[in-house]
C-alpha cells in the first residue's frame, strides 16, 4: 500500500469519529483466512441518528452496523479486475461475520468504493444511479454497494475523509479550501503525500507565514523535524542553504566592522545594497575593496 493511501487511511481514522459527533468510528479490518485477503478499513456505525444531518453518503450508514470501504487513490487500478478483488475481499468479510456472529445473522455486509471518479465500464455492466454529489448506487447488487466519486463532492467539513481521494483540479481545490481548516501537521501530511500540482503547494505554504508566537513556532518546529525525518535529500539541501546564509551574514557583519573602523560611513542606499546583497563572492569582493577604500561608496563599487 502506497503512501497515499496509508493517508486516506489515517483520515479516515482519525476523522471519522470528530465529523460524525460519533456516530461512526473507523477500525482496521481483521485479516481474512484467504492466504491475505484484507479490506481497506471498516466503518462501526455506533448512533444511527445523527447522520441524517451530515451530507451524503454518510446518512446511507444508518440501516447498517459495519460498512467495509475500499479506497481507490488517484493512480489506482479502477479496472474490472481491482473491483472484483474487492468485491472478493466483500464477500470474505461476509463469511468472516457469519463465523464471527454465527448463522443466525442475517444480514450482508455492504461495500463503498471511494475513488476519484465513476470509471465508464461500470455503465456497460451495472447500473449506476447517482442520488447525491459524487454518490451512486450500483445496481442490481444483491447487497447495498455504493460507489463515492470524490471529484464530484462538495467541499465539506463531514466529508473530508472521502476528499482526500480527489485527483486533478478537484484535489488542488479541495488542498486549497481545507488548508485553513486543519491542524498545520495534517496539511503537512496532506502535501507530503497528495499529488496536488506545484502552484497550489506554494499558494497553501504562503499562508503559514513566520510568526512570533511560540506555541506555534514550536508546533511547526515539530512538523519539519517530523517531515525531514529519515528523508536525507533535502536535509542535506537546506543543511547547504544554512551554511550558506550563515556565510552571507558573517560577510556582511565583516564588511560593516571593516568600514566603521576605518570610520567610512553608510548612506541608507548602501546600508540597503548591504542587506539585500545574497551573493558570497560580491561580499567577498567589497570587504577586499573596504581594506583601502577612501569612502563607502568607492568600497561598494
Given at each position: 500500500m502506497?503512501?497515499?493511501?496509508?493517508f486516506?487511511?489515517r483520515t479516515?481514522?482519525?476523522e471519522t469519529?470528530?465529523?460524525?459527533?460519533?456516530?461512526?468510528t473507523?477500525q482496521?479490518p481483521?485479516?481474512?483466512r484467504?492466504e491475505?485477503v484484507?479490506?481497506?478499513?471498516?466503518?462501526l456505525?455506533?448512533?444511527p441518528?445523527?447522520?441524517?444531518?451530515?451530507a451524503p453518503?454518510?446518512?446511507?450508514?444508518?440501516?447498517?452496523?459495519e460498512?467495509m470501504?475500499?479506497?481507490?487513490?488517484?493512480?489506482d487500478?479502477?479496472d474490472?479486475?481491482?473491483?472484483?478483488?474487492a468485491?472478493l475481499?466483500?464477500?470474505a468479510?461476509q463469511v468472516?461475520?457469519?463465523?464471527?456472529?454465527?448463522a443466525s445473522?442475517?444480514g450482508?455486509e455492504p461495500l463503498?468504493?471511494?475513488a476519484?471518479h465513476?470509471p465508464?465500464?461500470?455503465?456497460?455492466?451495472?447500473?449506476?444511479?447517482?442520488?447525491?454529489p459524487?454518490?451512486?448506487?450500483?445496481e442490481?447488487?444483491?447487497?447495498?454497494l455504493?460507489w463515492?466519486a470524490?471529484?464530484?463532492?462538495?467541499?465539506a467539513?463531514?466529508?473530508?475523509?472521502f476528499l482526500?481521494a480527489r485527483s486533478?483540479r478537484a484535489?488542488d481545490?479541495?488542498?486549497?479550501?481545507?488548508?485553513?481548516?486543519r491542524?498545520?501537521?495534517w496539511?503537512?501530511?496532506?502535501?507530503?503525500f497528495?499529488?496536488?500540482?506545484?502552484?497550489?503547494?506554494?499558494?497553501i505554504?504562503?499562508?503559514?507565514?513566520p510568526?512570533d508566537d511560540?506555541?506555534?513556532q514550536?508546533?511547526?518546529?515539530w512538523?519539519l523535524r517530523?517531515l525531514?525525518?529519515?528523508d536525507?535529500?533535502p536535509?542535506?539541501?537546506?543543511?547547504?542553504?544554512?551554511?550558506?546564509?550563515?556565510?552571507?551574514?558573517?560577510a556582511r557583519?565583516a564588511?560593516?566592522r571593516?568600514l566603521a573602523?576605518?570610520?567610512?560611513s553608510l548612506?541608507?542606499?548602501d546600508?540597503a545594497r548591504?542587506?539585500t546583497?545574497?551573493d558570497?563572492?560580491?561580499?567577498e569582493r567589497?570587504?577586499?575593496q573596504?581594506?583601502t577604500?577612501?569612502?563607502?561608496?568607492e568600497?561598494?563599487?
Open positions: 502506497g503512501q497515499p493511501d496509508l486516506a487511511k479516515f481514522a482519525e469519529e470528530r465529523v460524525t459527533s460519533g456516530a461512526v473507523w482496521d481483521p485479516e481474512m484467504l491475505k484484507q479490506s481497506d478499513g471498516l466503518l456505525v455506533r448512533r441518528g445523527p447522520l441524517s444531518r451530515l453518503p454518510w446518512p446511507e450508514a444508518q440501516p447498517h452496523g460498512i470501504v475500499e479506497l481507490k487513490m488517484p493512480g487500478h479502477l474490472r479486475q481491482a473491483i472484483e478483488r468485491l475481499r466483500r464477500q468479510r468472516q461475520r457469519l463465523e464471527e456472529e454465527d445473522w442475517m450482508d463503498w468504493v471511494v476519484p465513476l465508464e465500464w461500470i455503465a456497460q455492466i451495472r447500473t449506476p444511479v447517482r442520488f447525491a459524487g454518490c451512486y448506487r450500483i442490481p447488487s444483491g447487497f447495498s455504493l463515492i470524490a471529484n464530484e463532492l462538495p467541499l467539513d463531514e466529508l473530508v475523509p482526500v486533478g484535489l481545490a479541495f488542498g486549497l479550501w481545507v488548508a485553513t481548516r491542524p498545520l501537521d496539511v503537512a501530511a496532506m502535501l507530503e497528495l499529488s496536488m500540482s506545484m502552484p497550489i503547494r506554494e499558494q505554504e504562503r499562508r503559514f507565514p510568526t511560540p506555541e506555534v514550536e508546533r511547526r518546529d512538523v517530523w525531514l525525518k529519515g536525507s535529500e536535509k542535506q539541501e537546506l543543511i547547504e542553504q544554512g551554511v550558506e546564509k550563515g556565510l552571507i551574514v558573517g557583519a564588511l560593516r571593516v573602523r576605518r570610520q567610512l548612506s541608507p542606499a546600508e548591504i542587506d546583497c545574497e558570497p563572492s560580491t561580499l567589497w570587504l577586499d573596504a581594506i577604500a577612501t569612502s563607502a561608496a568600497a561598494l563599487q
